[in-house]
DNA sequence: TTAAATGATACTATATTAGTATCATTTTGT
DNA sequence: ACAAAATGATACTAATATAGTATCATTTAA
């Protein structure tokens, strides 16, 4: 059971990879080459990053792409959010309370506590604290 | 993106209600119309639950599920184990090293450390927990 | 003006999850 | 004795999510 898919894996790199060229552009072409990851798939993932706001796009030849914030401003979550939607420990528990007994579903409580300080840690991992790895992520 | 599948989902509201029973053996049939889910797709639940000693069944007329432990030794993670494998944050950035320039790629120790955290929460969930409704679980 | 890039989008393939069905065996209740 | 009601084992189908490919249109620098 994985919790992160291909597609934030893959823009996770992406995003590493444009940052480290530090405002230059990046086209798909050389990121694909240099990550060893299908172009086609790669096209597809930074185009919905480019929607998102995460990243900036040049058309044309010699066109590409750039980060469109700070590294400090893209967090993981954000991609988790975009690639595999909002991250819930259960879907059901809490629609349907399976403990209809108690005035407050118990276990429904639980998860979102711990959904919760999943989610904030989660939210503190920025491209940043990956890049330059002094483990520091932007204090909230 | 939810967590915890249908397996686990249901798992669990068949333990609580056979738990609730205080050691009456339970048939698939009644635990599937009380709860209001199919009958074929439980039992194949409570047959792996039989399985993996969550429960112990009793063959024949009359017969049915019963608790095979405790509800207190019985956890959320074992089902979601069972049911789901083991919990990984991601599978691919440890062995691919995301970060090869550093020695040490830093997503994955974060991600070790929320992963650590995480399955930390959940283990302590206990069954008893969900019944009595004193939010406790076992000590560790 | 053409080559190399992205934009939009439709399509296919694979894997996972969800759910159904069936035959065999066990065992209680009549 | 024996039929009814239960589980054991297991194979199968359906639905959904994930992964990956392909194509035509548009943009723009060389």
Redesign the interface.
Known sequence: ????N?NV?YA??SL?HIAKENGQVVSVSNLAEREKISKAFLRKILQILNKEKIVNSIKGKSGGFVLAKIPNEIFLMDL?NIF??????????VKKN??PQ?KEC??SK?MEK?EK??IF??KN?SLA??LN?D?KDKPI
């Open positions: 059971m994985k919790i992160i291909k894996d996770l790199r590493i988790i595999q939607g909002k991250i819930k420990l259960l879907d059901c528990f399976i403990c108690k118990i276990l639980k711990i300080m999943l840690e989660i991992i604290s990956l790895g483990g």
